[in-house]
């Protein structure tokens, strides 16, 4: 289909039919999605939602098989080994590897994590929190702020995005979307409701990248803050309601499709 010259309510229909099409259950099956699936409570599908959002670059497979072994090294109880973890528990973390992110900064995470459920009450709190209207990009910045109000590895801090630095905080944006967006399907979990889906903004990595400049929905050359800015308006403007659903049929299209 050549979808070049398209107008923009036919456009909407091909994307809205992709969105039908990769929006299933399905998807879990090779996705980093399908660890928070392994869990029931509330807190622990969204620390390890978390967690494996934030090891996700690279080979899929290795995403799912190194957030399983991060869920492994917490007894597959990631909100009670967070809250009551003692320093001998930490001990074993250190053998933890996952690209450039290792043991040191899985146990940063884990004592950043305690921070904020002591003191904060929870994730969802703080995102909520700093919410714009139409973005959570600033709440993802001053989440950051928190993440690190403990003592911490200089070199931990670049495994959590900021915004206001220029990043499309694509893993961020992408654990937001499991947590927020309302999914029919049984794919998203929609367990935070003081944020809407309306809020959200799209995963912006190389495959949705790609094929959104395809479609003439992004101009943008670098995958930055700007260009996500530039894809939200465009998502926006085909449903404001659900914008972030476009992420499965931009995906789709990439990874599975090589459109």
């Known amino acids: 289909m050549n979808t070049t010259y398209l107008k923009k309510s036919d456009l909407k229909e091909f994307l809205d039919e992709k969105v039908t099409e990769y929006n299933h259950f399905r998807f879990i099956e090779t996705d980093p999605i399908q660890i928070p699936h392994s869990f029931s409570l509330k807190e622990d599908i969204e620390i390890s939602a978390f967690l494996s959002a934030t090891i996700a670059w690279g080979n899929r ?5 190194n957030a399983k072994r991060m869920m492994a090294f ?7 080994f967070v809250l009551n973890h003692s320093e001998k528990d930490l001990m ?3 053998k933890f590897v ?3 992110f290792n043991g040191h900064d899985f146990i940063q995470f884990i004592k950043s994590l305690q921070h904020i459920y002591i003191h904060y009450n929870g994730l969802e709190n703080i995102f909520a929190e700093h919410a714009e209207k139409n973005s959570l990009q600033p709440s993802i910045t001053q989440f ?3 993440f690190f109000e403990t003592p911490h590895l200089k070199r931990t801090l670049k495994h959590i995005s900021d915004p206001s630095k220029g990043s499309s905080a694509k893993r ?3 654990f937001l979307r499991w ?3 309302k999914d029919n399907a049984g794919v998203d979990f929609g367990i935070w409701e003081k944020i809407y889906p309306s ?3 799209c995963p912006l990595d190389v495959h949705t990248g790609n094929i959104a400049r395809k479609l003439g929905l992004l101009k943008r050359k670098q995958n930055d803050a700007k260009a996500l800015a530039e894809l939200d308006n465009e998502l926006r403007i085909m449903d404001h309601v659900d914008p972030v659903k476009y992420d499965f049929a931009l995906f789709g299209l990439g990874a599975f499709e090589k459109f």
Request: glycine share 0%; net charge positive; charged share 25%.
């Open 172 to 174: 961020i944006n992408m």
């Open 199 to 201: 809020q959200l903004s």
């Open 92 to 94: 074993p973390l250190e």
């Open 179 to 181: 947590m927020v967006r």
């Open 98 to 100: 996952h690209r450039t």
């Open 144 to 146: 950051k702020q928190i």
């Open 61 to 65: 497979k290795s995403i799912i098989t």
């Open 74 to 80: 917490m007894d597959n109880s990631p909100y009670d």
